[in-house]
């Protein structure tokens, strides 16, 4: 029977996926809704992007073994990068009008770092969306009997993702996204009051985990744990920002005053509801200790669905099961998305010429197609956790990506040179010490590489540079030449811009 009620949800959200698809005419409408996504749909679209297999199965796994220590990168760093994203990052971003968050490292740098953080972009990705399909062989193994299995699940997951993706793009995925919001908070909040029913109310549970500890957070007073703890807080916190997914919310939004606020919201939101599985998980310990002392060292993923089919009614299987197939599928439909439109725009449509938008949208698909096989290929042969997929997926963001943006929009004397030094220098020292490092290092790969990258930026800019600057702070005539084909090729492809876009041009 609960089988029968997933498949049919899953046939549903398909064809809703599809419906959105005719909204779907030119690039700009499969890449960033054409921007015209209202408020209550950029908040609903960030909080259900982030709230995905991570949140529901992986975050209650570490929650249980470590308490808020282990968590310090998400939900906390990963709601703190949306917040910071509204407040901070998305109104320079939206004003600039552009397509993928790579077209930013084009007009601020040049085409070589353009590519270089695109690659590093796309790349980290593998690990956020190969963590949701996982996730999704796991629950049709579960909620079938085994009668489905792990594999099988993965293919039948992103195989039905893809479909309305493929076709339907951002909008697809922004009309999904505000339905699943709307699943997720009200399967949460029943099966929570289902559980808590079942142990005595809230109360009893978090005077439990506090007594056990769980809710120590800050480290203790020693150097090295010290700065393990920021490593781990900036990871999810600034290794998220240079994300094509974050930078579409952005983009997609009706006017800039809604990115703004839309991020905020969603991330505070996120953050609100991460503490209910969370919740969940850790009632198991109180309602089955003989089940949860058996999976916590092996399998401790399966902790909270499996409570969730030993101890609850149908209905709230199917509420829980319902919320937890639409955290996926809307973080999985985002992240197949987010990166083939930046591979598309930043790699291929460069390297093939000139393109009508006809045919580069469907370059965007084909692009979409490959990645989701990929990444299935890539879920299968993976045996990290789902926690640790989606935390090590924004390392290489961290110390190639974030600091060439950072500096880019907040510092003026940023040049084509220090970006390149940046990406560089933070990779040579993240992957030395992953290569070659001990085990445990004082300074953690991410956070190592992240310095190094920072220096990269100062030292690289400081230097005497004859490289052109794509953005020189004078008028000269290559900026004037340079903008001049820029109007050219606006006006040879007026699909791409509004005619009132290529006037301001």
């Given at each position: ?111 070589s ?10 790349i ?34 992103s ?6 993706t ?20 009200v399967g949460?909040l ?7 029913g ?48 974050v ?12 990115a ?96 009508t ?125 340079h ?23």
């Amino acid at each position: 029977m609960l089988l029968w009620f997933v498949i049919a949800y899953w046939i549903v959200s398909v064809g809703i996926g599809l419906y959105a698809a005719t909204r779907v005419h030119n690039t700009k409408d499969f890449a960033i809704a054409g921007r015209h996504l209202p408020f209550y749909m950029v908040t609903a679209t960030v909080f259900a992007t982030w709230f995905g297999s991570e949140t529901v199965l992986g975050i209650p796994a570490i929650f249980l073994k470590d308490g808020l220590h282990g968590v310090v990168s998400d939900p906390f760093g990963s709601a703190m990068c949306l917040i910071l994203v509204g407040l901070f990052f998305a109104v320079p971003l939206y004003r600039m009008n552009l397509l993928t968050i790579g077209d930013f490292y084009k007009k601020r740098y040049g085409r070589s770092v353009e590519v270089l953080t695109t690659l590093a972009i796309v790349i980290s990705y593998l690990g956020w969306v190969g963590a949701q399909i996982t996730a999704l062989g796991l629950v049709f193994n579960v909620v079938s009997g085994g009668e489905i299995s792990k594999v099988a699940g993965m293919w039948i997951g992103s195989g039905t993702i893809l479909i309305y993706t493929f076709f339907g793009g951002m909008w697809a995925v922004a009309i999904t996204d505000f339905l699943q919001m709307i699943i997720i908070v009200v399967g949460m909040l029943f099966i929570g009051h289902e559980i808590s029913g079942q142990v005595g109310g809230v109360g009893v549970v978090v005077e439990h985990a506090r007594q056990a500890g769980k809710f120590e957070f800050w480290p203790t007073l020693d150097a090295k744990e010290i700065i393990a703890f920021a490593a781990a807080w900036m990871t999810m916190m600034f290794g998220s920002i240079p994300q094509q997914d974050v930078f579409q919310r952005v983009q997609s939004a009706k006017t800039e005053r809604i990115a703004v606020w839309g991020s905020v919201l969603g991330g505070g939101l996120y953050f609100l509801f991460a503490f209910v599985p969370m919740f969940l998980a850790y009632s198991a310990t109180l309602i089955d200790p003989k089940m949860v002392e058996g999976l916590i060292d092996t399998d401790p993923q399966m902790i909270l669905p499996n409570l969730v089919l030993q101890h609850a009614p149908l209905f709230a299987q199917v509420m829980f099961f319902g919320a937890l197939l639409s955290a996926i599928k809307s973080c999985a439909s985002a992240t197949l998305l987010a990166p083939s439109v930046t591979f598309t725009e930043n790699i291929l449509k460069p390297l093939m010429g000139t393109m009508t938008d006809r045919k580069l949208l469907l370059t965007m698909r084909s692009v979409t197609l490959v990645f989701t096989v990929a990444v299935t290929l890539y879920a299968m042969s993976s045996d990290a956790s789902i926690f640790k997929m989606v935390e090590s997926a924004y390392q290489i963001t961290l110390v190639a990506a974030f600091i060439p943006l950072l500096a880019g929009l907040f510092w003026k004397r940023a040049t084509h040179q220090g970006a390149l030094a940046a990406i560089f220098a933070g990779l040579a020292v993240w992957l030395s010490i992953h290569l070659f490092g001990p085990e445990d290092p004082f300074l953690p790969a991410q956070f190592a590489g992240l310095l190094a990258s920072a220096c990269g930026m100062v030292i690289g800019s400081l230097l005497p540079n004859r490289a052109h600057n794509p953005l020189p702070e004078e008028p000269s005539h290559a900026y004037l030449r340079h903008h001049a084909a820029s109007l050219t090729e606006h006006v040879a492809e007026p699909l791409h811009h509004h005619p009132s876009e290529v006037h301001k041009h």
